[in-house]
T-cell receptor, first 114, second 112 residues
Framework: AQSVTQLDSHVSVSEGTPVLLRCNYS??????LFWYVQHPNKGLQLLLK??????LVKGINGFEAEFKKSETSFHLTKPSAHMSDAAEYFC????????????FGSGTRLLVRP | NAGVTQTPKFQVLKTGQSMTLQCAQD?????MYWYRQDPGMGLRLIYY???????DKGEVPNGYNVSRLNKREFSLRLESAAPSQTSVYFC???????????FGAGTRLSVL
């Protein structure tokens, strides 16, 4: 069975400091992994996607994530937080059956302090 | 450039009432999905449609029905709403070649 665990429900950082949002996955196969962002009262927007072409994936708005198979992790990072980064972030894995349905983590709410 | 459009954006129902949530996409995608989002639980799949004319149950289908009216539209119906169905509902459609889902802005539903 596949699953996704986001290790922190809330992360608070100061503007200009690095961001780390942690995600661990469980999968019998090499998965497709995603990070989505949801701003308040908005839908979900794709930040980045890992598909095995490269272990370090660059996304929009300066975010990137590194796939580490040995640690079954796919942590999201950004060197310098901006106030506009305040949002909820979801780590997502694709179910490896014919439907390719998504399995969502429970989300991490990022707070950015001035 | 509308993408995925959901209506209504907000709805309040009384227990036992029925309603249909509408979703339309203009990206010519084959696959469409309905999710519900509850605090601390991420998104859970209610139903999905891999192509026009087909629908399948997801993780939490009880209390819901769906219709894939045509390639563009995928509606979600609550026949007899219950307070447990208070949630935010998201529709999505998928780019097959890239396995990427695009989401609507959501419908916030309260059942009293």
């Amino acid at each position: 069975a596949q699953s996704v665990t986001q290790l922190d429900s809330h992360v608070s950082v100061s503007e200009g400091t690095p961001v780390l949002l942690r995600c661990n996955y469980s999968s019998s196969y090499s998965p497709s992994l995603f990070w989505y962002v949801q701003h308040p009262n908005k839908g979900l927007q794709l930040l980045l996607k890992y598909t095995s072409a490269a272990t370090l994936v660059k996304g929009i708005n300066g975010f990137e994530a590194e796939f580490k198979k040995s640690e079954t992790s796919f942590h999201l990072t950004k060197p310098s937080a901006h106030m506009s980064d305040a949002a909820e972030y979801f780590c997502v894995v694709t179910r490896m059956d014919s439907s390719y349905k998504l399995i969502f983590g429970s989300g991490t709410r990022l707070l950015v302090r001035p | 450039n509308a993408g995925v459009t959901q209506t209504p954006k907000f709805q309040v129902l009384k227990t036992g009432q029925s309603m249909t949530l509408q979703c339309a996409q203009d990206m010519n995608h084959n696959s469409m999905y309905w999710y519900r989002q509850d605090p601390g639980m991420g998104l859970r799949l209610i139903y999905y449609s891999a192509s026009e004319g087909t629908t399948d149950k997801g993780e939490v289908p009880n209390g819901y029905n769906v219709s894939r009216l045509n390639k563009r539209e995928f509606s979600l119906r609550l026949e007899s709403a219950a307070p447990s169905q208070t949630s935010v509902y998201f529709c999505a459609s998928k780019v097959e070649t890239k396995n990427i889902q695009y989401f609507g802005a959501g419908t916030r539903l309260s059942v009293l």
